[in-house]
């Protein structure tokens, strides 16, 4: 058996031990997880700088030096997530519905694990803490696959994760860091269906595309975001320059954040020279459809191929349209699900927006970073689903559990 089948089997076995725990347990192992954390912050910086090191060496771009970086902010914010999940309600043994039936069986839909949880994700060792942290409160085992350049990273939190939880009587097999990160132990690990029950890819558009064409585990689709923020003619436009610089530059690297700007012809001479100019001087690129040039000339032409790239860097397109549903249009065209944003004082244009655009998240008059586990209150994510079934939008607590029916009877026998 390959090491890979030996990790996820462990976990699997633990699973029984997971589905036992109770609120109180997973709580208070939780809360030490944050402490050891915060405990551990210049053991875990020293782990982090050996994988920097190394991505520096070995050419990764700056969006991905940003991901795979640990400072003590960012590492203060994993401390607070895995408080946060803490103090969330436990969604496991929740009764969704219960009825009788005029038999006076009774029938309960109870909210369950769903029992061992695989995913992969490159670069982002916050994601370690974060995945175990939601598997914990949720009652799955968890086999984590990191990328080979965060491997230092990925130990550092993961031994001090599983040190936490078996002081609090977990069962430290529940997680696996998986020590084989070759692209070949990828195939082996998605098709560990005997051990496996979810797989979610977190990554780039190759890893998640390799991932859901191979896989036999079923697997949410998740990441890729080439998300769209339209001014509309009715729109707020210092409200909408704030928008788009903080879609754009608070955090480039992430798939949250705006690759491509829309902007209505009506308000674009207005909005356009002042957008540019402002995003300019934060070091942005900008690339704008011919229209777009006419009104701001000093920008680099864009090409069909740049629409339909997710830059996760200082880039962006800029597409000046006639109307609201052209907008609507490039959107379908070239989204990819994630999150679409609108900015207009317009109750029939959001409306129209919200309702014919085709993503996971629809943001209006704010930010697409917003469009966040931890924004939307959920402590963290597993990542953001992009698909429809079984879950969508970021990838919560309640997204990590499934259901089963409790049946009781009185001697019922059917006739």
């Known amino acids: 058996m390959s090491s890979i089948k030996i990790q996820c089997k462990k976990a699997h076995l633990a699973t029984r ?8 347990v997973k709580n208070t192992a939780l809360k030490d997880m944050a402490k050891n954390i915060s405990s551990n912050i210049d053991n875990i910086i020293k782990a982090n700088e050996k ?85 914990i409160k949720t009652g799955n085992s968890v086999v984590l696959r990191g990328s080979s350049s965060a491997y230092n990273s990925n130990l550092a939190i993961t031994d001090i994760l ?86 754009k530059v608070q955090r480039p690297s992430v798939c949250n954040s705006c690759e ?10 207005d909005f356009l020279p002042q957008a540019v100019s402002a995003l300019k001087k934060l070091g942005v690129e900008i690339k704008g459809c011919k229209k777009t040039k006419m009104i701001v000339p000093d920008i680099s032409t864009t090409t069909k191929n740049d629409w339909a ?51 996971a998240a629809i943001v209006v008059n704010a930010s697409t970073r917003f469009v966040d586990g931890g924004e939307f209150g959920f402590g963290a994510e597993m990542g953001i689903s992009t698909q429809k079934l079984h879950a969508r939008g970021p990838l919560g607590l309640n997204e990590l559990t499934s259901y089963k029916y409790i049946v009781q009877g009185e001697g019922h026998v059917r006739q």
């Not at 031990?17 to 109180?24: E, F, G, I, Q, V």
């Not at 078996?166 to 098709?191: C, H, Y």
């Not at 491509?260 to 308000?267: A, N, R, S």
């Open 17 to 24: 031990d997971m589905a036992r725990l109770s609120t109180k």
């Open 51 to 135: 994988d920097i090191h190394f991505g520096v060496s070995n050419n990764l771009s700056k969006a991905l030096i940003d991901r795979l970086t640990l400072n003590k902010k960012r590492l203060d914010l994993i401390s607070e997530s895995l408080i946060t999940i803490a103090q969330l309600k436990d969604p496991t043994g929740e009764i969704i519905q219960g009825w009788t039936m005029a038999n006076r069986l009774q029938i309960s839909k109870v909210r369950v694990p769903i029992g061992t949880i695989g995913i992969i994700y490159e670069a982002r060792p916050n994601v370690t803490a974060d995945a175990i942290g939601l598997s």
């Open 162 to 247: 599983k040190k936490s939880a078996a002081q609090n009587g977990i069962n430290p097999e529940a997680i696996q860091l998986l020590e084989d990160t070759s692209r070949e132990g990828v195939s082996t690990f998605v098709k560990s269906k005997e051990y496996i029950d979810l797989i979610i890819p977190r990554g780039g558009s190759s890893l998640i595309q390799t991932v859901v064409n191979t896989a036999t585990v079923p697997t949410i689709e998740t990441g890729v975001g080439i998300c769209h923020t339209y001014v509309d003619s009715a729109a707020n436009l210092s409200q909408a320059l704030d928008i788009i610089i903080n879609a």
């Open 260 to 269: 491509t700007l829309l902007v209505h012809k009506d308000i674009a001479k």
């Open 309 to 359: 790239t997710e830059y996760l860097d200082l880039i962006l397109n800029i597409k000046t349209v006639e109307t609201i549903e052209d907008a609507v249009n490039h959107i379908y065209t070239f989204g990819t699900n994630h999150s679409e944003a609108i900015i207009s004082d317009n109750i029939h244009a959001i409306n129209k927006f919200s309702k014919e655009v085709d993503a």
